[in-house]
């Protein structure tokens, strides 16, 4: 079988969330994408850095911003294996990334469409082409699995 780049991206993000669960995190793995080429990652760490905007999202953001100079990431897509939250949100707007793929919807937080539709709301001046559920299964149970071993 043959994967698609989104599939291929998001595999990618899956790795650095078992790495995420492998340091006590939450298994949420990200990855930015620019030309087809990764320009930043990040995984899960407001654990591990007592900060609690250490999200995957948040931390592939400003690896990006300062590997390009730039705090605009334009013509990017965001991986990710979890739907992004409010905050998150915020910080995709901001940089004017173009696309955001995820993995599992979050119905409690997602900011995404789940719950709220932050990225593509209309009343801000930069909306995000968003795909959810590439590897929904895999992404939630990995989730599924973390919580079940640390209960």
């Given at each position: 079988m043959v994967l698609s780049p989104d599939e291929l991206w998001m595999r990618e993000a899956l790795?650095?969330?078992?790495?995420?669960?492998s340091q006590?995190?939450?298994?949420?793995?990200?990855v930015l994408v620019k030309d087809g080429q990764c320009i930043?990652?990040?995984?899960?760490?407001?654990?591990?850095?007592?900060?609690?905007?250490?999200h995957a999202e948040i931390i592939a953001l400003r690896h990006a911003a300062e590997q390009i100079a730039n705090y605009r990431l334009l013509d990017t897509t965001l991986y990710v294996t979890l739907e992004p939250c409010v905050m998150c949100a915020g910080a995709i707007l901001h940089a004017r990334v173009k696309r955001v793929v995820f993995g599992a919807y979050?119905?409690?937080?997602?900011?995404?469409?789940?719950?709220?539709?932050?990225?593509?709301?209309?009343?801000?001046?930069h909306q995000v082409d968003c795909l959810g559920g590439v590897l929904a299964d895999v992404c939630g149970t990995q989730l599924k699995a973390f919580f079940r071993q640390k209960r």
């Open positions: 790795r650095l969330a078992d790495y995420a669960a006590g995190e939450v298994p949420i793995g990200a930043a990652e990040g995984w899960n760490q407001p654990i591990s850095r007592h900060d609690p905007t250490a979050d119905p409690k937080t997602g900011a995404a469409g789940s719950r709220f539709d932050v990225l593509r709301d209309t009343r801000h001046n």
